[in-house]
């Protein structure tokens, strides 16, 4: 069972981010240096590759060794911030949860570590910007629906912010009305997730 969802959970990220890794470029091509595309395949292609021993392992060591795998082949400033999030959520996750509260604060730590290695909060125009409102949702025990909704409108919410973390920063003004990349791949990933979990 466990081993199934794991598997399954890795192959319907790496399907969503392979599918949209051109528009995430093109995202971050407006207001970073073009590579978000590539590094976030290159992260799920880390996955993938080692998808058979990740899923052979209980719910908290297939964590940590997905967070290992992205922090070794992903460059830039999401391979880091994704992989470190992992890695917290390993260590707070003892097992796979067994209800949304449970879902809640093992994504509350990789939030804490994504903030923390970001030195980051909400409204600074990044995958935080996604995370965290999702994290809402999953508290208050919000149907996938409406977690699934939260996290697109959440990622075109970024559209009019101000960047004031990562590359788009340096932009300053320029960064206004576009959405951000890494809340784009974060709505990704959440549909995934929610996707898999909702067909469970
Ligand atoms: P790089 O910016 O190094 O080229 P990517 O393009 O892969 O790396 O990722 C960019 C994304 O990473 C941004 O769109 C943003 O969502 C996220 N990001 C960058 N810096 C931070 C930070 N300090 N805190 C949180 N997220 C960040
Ligand atoms: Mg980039």
Known sequence: ???????????????????????????????????????????????????????RQDFSTALRKAGTAIVMSVGGASGPLYGSALLAMAKTASSMPSNQAEVGVVVAAGIDAVKARGKSDAGAKTMLDVLIPVH????????????RRVAEESATATKPLLAKKGRAAFLGERSIGHIDPGAKSAALIVHAVCEVLEKR
């Open 1 to 55: 069972m466990t081993k199934n969802l794991i598997s399954r959970l890795i192959a319907k990220i790496a399907d969503s981010i392979c599918a949209s890794a051109d528009d995430l470029t093109k995202l971050d091509q407006a207001i970073g240096d073009g590579d978000h595309g590539i590094n976030m395949r290159r992260g799920v292609e880390a996955l993938l590759k080692q998808g058979d021993d990740i899923s």
């Open 136 to 147: 809402r949702e999953i508290e208050n025990g919000s149907s996938i629906d409406r977690i």
